[in-house]
């Protein structure tokens, strides 16, 4: 991996987010917080594996798992409340 990327304000951001919202998510037990943890890590994980200077392997297992990430946050924003 091209450790170059860590420098870029972009990829700081979304790891703040991701940071911020899974604290919030623990602490406050909140859905929404969770959706944004769940798709910020596919974020991360998905532009890390679709590196220029990633193996087509590396590049399948991180869409992969991405994809999985992401039906994580579509679970928590779509099923049905427990009030």
Do not use: N
């Not at 929404?32 to 193996?55: D, K, N, P, T």
Request: proline share 2%; aromatic share 12%; hydrophobic share 55%.
């Amino acid at each position: 991996m091209d450790w170059s990327v860590l420098t870029m304000w972009e990829w700081q951001a979304v790891t703040g987010l991701t940071v911020l919202s899974a604290g919030l998510a623990w602490w406050t037990k909140r859905r929404m917080f969770r959706a944004v943890a769940w798709g910020s890590i596919a974020v991360l994980v998905l532009s890390a594996s679709f590196l220029e200077s990633s193996g087509p392997g590396i590049t399948f297992g991180g869409g992969m798992i991405g994809a999985v990430f992401l039906l994580l946050m579509a679970k928590q924003i779509l099923e049905p409340s427990e009030d």
